[in-house]
């Protein structure tokens, strides 16, 4: 699980790496590198939309009531 963990955590800071450079630049490195919405484009996006799915899901911890 901590392979997977790792794995999702990086996947999510690329694909925050490249929202930044859309957002700054007006630049899609993926995009650039596989080609405007090809099928791989289209993959790299959906992994790394899945990885932050499972980030999030893996990382919250349940803090109990203080009552």
């Known amino acids: 699980m901590r392979f997977i963990k790792t794995l999702a955590y990086v996947l999510v800071?690329?694909?925050?790496?490249?929202?930044?450079?859309?957002?700054?630049?007006?630049f899609d490195l993926v995009a650039a590198i596989f080609g405007e919405m090809t099928f791989m484009t289209?993959?790299?996006y959906d992994i790394v939309g899945i990885s932050a799915l499972v980030y999030m899901f893996t990382s919250y911890r349940y803090i109990g009531n203080d009552y």
């Open 13 to 26: 800071i690329i694909g925050a790496l490249n929202w930044g450079l859309v957002g700054f630049f007006n």
């Open 42 to 44: 289209r993959l790299i």
